[in-house]
């Protein structure tokens, strides 16, 4: 651990430290509260100004507890940003290490025509998963037919009751079908499919 993560470390756990000292004062400030009440209902004046006083005096306890615990959090936070900085640029080092090594091995144009190769696997790659996705759904359409589907529906929304149905009314309302591709982008995928058959 350098210098750096571990003056990290001693803030957070200062930080922590004074957040617990000012929920307990608090605590404090409710139960010298709570007596204040008890001596003023048995008429105790004088025990009452000295519970007040103590009452005052934890919540002032807690309030300057708080504003230390936050301006030791900010300080931390910067900490943080600084450690975390010294890592990014250790890695950024590495990569443009790498990335000279790599670039020295391979032309720019060879660079050029993986990626494109990879672009158009990928788009290949989303046809080939839009047709099975519309083959499987059209399939699992056609294999069930509605009125079963619907016969069913209704013989369990009886036997759950009046419940089910007002919920399966309220889920059928805001169903809206997503408009498919347009026929041009339709011919497009579908020679694009035959390619990769062949």
């Not at 290949?124 to 499987?136: H, K, Q």
């Not at 805001?174 to 995928?189: F, H, M, Q, R, S």
């Amino acid at each position: 651990m350098s210098g750096l993560e571990k003056a990290l470390f001693n803030l957070k756990f200062t930080a922590k430290q004074l957040n617990r000292q000012a929920a307990k004062a608090g605590k404090d400030e409710v139960a010298e509260k709570n007596k204040l009440k008890k001596a003023i209902q048995q008429n105790h004046t004088d025990i009452a100004k000295i519970y007040a006083q103590n009452a005052i005096r934890k919540q002032n306890e807690k309030l300057n507890l708080l504003r230390l615990a936050s301006r030791i959090d900010a300080v931390s936070s910067r900490v943080q940003t600084a450690v975390t900085m010294r890592q990014v640029t250790a890695s950024m080092t590495n990569v443009v290490r790498g990335m000279d090594s790599a670039m020295k091995a391979m032309d720019l144009e060879k660079i050029s025509g993986v990626m494109d190769k990879f672009e158009t696997q990928f788009e290949d790659l989303d046809v080939a998963t839009g047709y099975y996705e519309n083959a499987t759904s059209s399939a699992t359409a056609v294999g069930t037919p509605q009125e079963d589907v619907d016969r069913l529906m209704n013989q369990v929304a009886d036997e759950a009751g009046v419940e089910l149905q007002t919920e399966m009314k309220s889920a059928e309302a805001p169903v809206k079908v997503a408009a498919g591709p347009t026929e041009v982008e339709e011919d497009g995928l579908g020679e694009r499919l035959r390619a990769l058959r062949n």
